[in-house]
Nanobody, 123 residues
Framework: QVQLVESGGGLVQAGGSLRLSCAAS????????MAWFRQAPGKEREFVAA????????YYADSVKGRFTISRDNAKNTVYLQMNSLKPEDTAVYYC????????????????WGQGTQVTVSS
């Protein structure tokens, strides 16, 4: 069992930066692929970024490529999402998720989900 808790959300102006964190409980964190998804009001949840258990491989949605960076620190049981050059359309609740496989952007294959953290980007 893995429990995930996101933090780091907030209000930022367009062009600004935020770093989200996702702290995981459980001794098997280092064996899980991790990902970030987001959901804006009235929209479906969408994939943002994913990282393999080792951190060697990453995968990004086209909408965030070049602006967002996913990383992890297995010693701290934490995955991060560095968000730069933020745009109003990045406004959403951001969720981290974990999987024992490598689902990339397939949300239905992620086994564990956090409660989410709100990111609001003002224009």
């Amino acid at each position: 069992q893995v429990q995930l808790v996101e933090s780091g959300g907030g209000l930022v102006q367009a062009g600004g930066s935020l770093r989200l964190s996702c702290a995981a409980s459980g001794r098997t964190f280092s064996s899980y692929a991790m990902a970030w998804f987001r959901q804006a009001p009235g929209k479906e949840r969408e994939f943002v970024a994913a990282i393999t258990w080792s951190g060697v491989n990453t995968y990004y949605a086209d909408s965030v490529k070049g602006r967002f960076t996913i990383s992890r620190d297995n010693a701290k049981n934490t995955v991060y999402l560095q968000m730069n050059s933020l745009k109003p359309e990045d406004t959403a609740v951001y969720y981290c998720a974990g999987s024992s496989t490598w689902p990339r952007d397939r949300s239905y294959e992620y086994d564990y989900w956090g409660q989410g953290t709100q990111v609001t980007v003002s224009s």
